[in-house]
């Protein structure tokens, strides 16, 4: 069986959606006959704790874990955060202002412009010293380094020039495309350097993979060559147990991170509109987050009527969620109003396609998104107009879609990018 170093910051118990695409496909990939070999920090910050995911990490599987050095304990003590608080993704902000304080300003300007590209750098050069002697003793017929964090692809860069390794970048974000982007503090020299190390990344690179078509051309037009598309998908194996039988309460459920980026103030004054004009939906309706809010959205929901409604369940594990999720009504699926909307494909549109209750996505008409879902589903606008309304309204008592696409099955996944392997190996 062959061998492929598998090159990623997020691995369990370390949860969080970062670490669910290559925990599947190190879970798939030894089917279609190569064995992965995973390199991941052993004292990482945190994105949430879960224990529950390492269920499908196999016994058989080599996990490396070194230590890595982050700022993130320094940054804690000098904004006044306490040791064991997580850092926010995307500048989601939980409570109080989303205005940052004079000491976080200070902060995001030196992470911006002192750890470029990203505050994981100071594991980059001790890796490759480290995978050098490995891979020298233990070879392998591939690398693949996935990112965000995108320091991962300068480990495989530099194991490239070093060792001539046949290398992946494997994109889940893009880099300088990324929706945060413009909202780092930085300078023109370390947005230069930032560009420079991407061009790098996907100019060297044996293959270029990324989760969205939209954004295959974006990397491309960068300088990437025949970028590949391996978009994520759903683990029919998430859906353990007896069938749940669907909420009572009319649930609209989003699962995951509310950024500022995912608001929805149109869609919230439809809904509250909905209340006033149908008593039997508001007295049935619930609007239910799984994970953080940020202070700005809640504030949103509340500005247009709709806070006597809401519940959030703030963080659970994932196989809480995923309960929660099958048991919905209706699935909320807001796309980020950002520049690269159109290529946005959460990992929670195919978590909620496999369990064949109806979504109601909120997002460009001619984006990825609507490549993905079907007449089954509802993709409206960010400014919903009326004739939406009763459509949103129908979703609420419309029957379980059939069963979801095999295209986005992760065993299926694992097997396209096992033939990526198999192509770029054998390549002269």
């Known amino acids: 069986m062959k061998r492929v170093l598998v090159i990623t910051y997020y691995w369990p118990p370390n949860g969080g959606v970062g670490g669910q695409r290559w925990l599947k496909m190190c879970k798939y990939l030894p089917e279609h006959g190569w064995q992965p070999v995973v390199y991941t920090p052993s004292n990482p910050e945190m994105a949430a704790l879960d224990e529950g995911l390492l269920q499908d990490v ?34 989601l902000k939980e409570e109080g202002s989303n205005a940052p304080s004079w000491k976080e300003r200070l902060a ?11 505050a994981r750098v100071w ?7 480290y995978l050098k002697g490995y891979l020298q003793a233990h070879p392998v017929d591939a690398v693949v380094t996935t990112g965000p964090p995108h320091s991962m692809h300068l480990i ?40 420079r190390m991407e061009r790098e990344v996907l100019t060297n690179s044996d293959q270029v993979v990324t989760v969205s078509w939209r954004w295959a051309k974006d990397l491309e ?48 004054r439809l809904l509250a509109e909905l209340c006033v004009k149908d008593k039997a939906f508001a007295d049935r ?23 006597a409604h809401v519940e959030r369940m703030g963080r659970i594990p994932r196989t809480e969620a995923m309960r929660e999720i099958m048991r919905a009504r209706v699935l909320l699926l807001p796309i980020n109003t950002t520049a690269n909307q159109h290529g946005i494909l959460p990992t929670k549109l195919y978590e909620y396609l496999s369990t064949g209750r109806p979504i109601l996505a909120i997002g460009p008409r001619d984006g990825d ?47 396209e990018f096992a033939r990526l392997l198999d192509v770029m190996t054998t390549r002269s």
Do not use: C
């Not at 890595?68 to 306490?82: C, D, Q, W």
């Not at 995001?108 to 990203?118: A, E, G, I, M, Q």
């Not at 390794?165 to 230069?192: E, H, K, M």
């Open 58 to 91: 196999s016994p058989q599987l080599e996990v490396i874990k070194r230590p890595i050095t982050e700022p993130f304990s320094l940054y804690k003590r000098f904004t006044g955060k306490k040791k064991d608080e997580r850092i926010q993704t995307a500048f």
């Open 108 to 118: 995001l300007w030196v992470r911006s412009n002192f750890f470029v590209p990203d």
């Open 123 to 129: 594991w980059v050069k001790p890796s490759i010293r």
């Open 156 to 195: 495989g860069l530099g194991l490239k020039r070093a060792l001539g390794v046949r290398w992946i970048s494997d994109l889940r974000d893009p880099w300088t495309g990324i929706d945060y982007y413009q909202q780092l503090s930085l300078t023109g020299w370390a947005d230069r350097r930032h560009r």
């Open 221 to 268: 037009a960068l300088g990437a060559k025949d970028v590949a598309v391996v978009t994520n998908g759903y683990d029919p194996a998430d859906l353990r147990g007896v069938p749940l039988p669907v909420d009572q309460p009319y649930s609209l459920v989003h699962s995951g991170s509310m950024s500022p980026t995912r608001d929805q103030p149109g869609l919230w």
């Open 285 to 307: 309706f619930v609007l239910r987050f799984i994970g953080p809010v940020d202070a700005s959205v809640n504030a949103s929901v509340h500005a247009a009527g709709l806070g």
């Open 369 to 415: 998104v609507a490549r993905v879902l079907d007449g089954r589903h509802l993709l409206i606008p960010a400014q919903p107009g009326a004739e939406d309304a009763d459509k949103v309204r129908a979703l609420f008592d419309s029957h379980p879609v059939a069963t979801p696409d095999a295209r986005y099955d992760r065993r299926a996944l694992a097997g």
